[in-house]
Nanobody, 118 residues
Framework: VQLVESGGGLVQAGGSLRVSCAVS????????MAWYRQAPGKQRELIAG???????DYSDSVKDRFTISRDNAKNTVHLQMSKLKPEGTAIYYC?????????????WGQGTLVTVSS
């Protein structure tokens, strides 16, 4: 099973960008999914989460600017980012809770780099 992020890149401050994450492999279901980011020299931080039923939550740093969504039919999660700030420059990681035959585990993607220029 793997998570593959896509959609990172360079964007000017104030601009928008969408990153996506696709889950592939052998699993029965996907539970909660989330996006984290890690800026240079800083710890990884949780910025957005979405439950299997679609309930969302955001960190204060991105609330009202970022939107997390998921497509359960395609096993994907997206993060639409708007009004980006230079401090948003970071590697963005996807995270998901998976289950199969009664076993549950958590998995990370490899990350996608978002650079916000001032």
């Amino acid at each position: 099973v793997q998570l593959v992020e896509s959609g990172g890149g360079l964007v000017q401050a104030g601009g928008s960008l969408r990153v996506s994450c696709a889950v592939s492999g052998s699993f029965s279901s996907i539970g909660g999914m989330a996006w984290y980011r890690q800026a240079p020299g800083k710890q990884r931080e949780l910025i957005a989460g979405i439950s299997s039923s679609g309930t969302t939550d955001y960190s204060d740093s991105v609330k009202d600017r970022f939107t997390i969504s998921r497509d359960n039919a395609k096993n994907t999660v997206h993060l639409q980012m708007s009004k980006l700030k230079p401090e948003g420059t970071a590697i963005y990681y996807c995270n998901a809770d998976l289950s199969r035959f009664g076993r549950r585990w958590n998995i990370w993607g490899q990350g996608t780099l978002v650079t916000v220029s001032s």
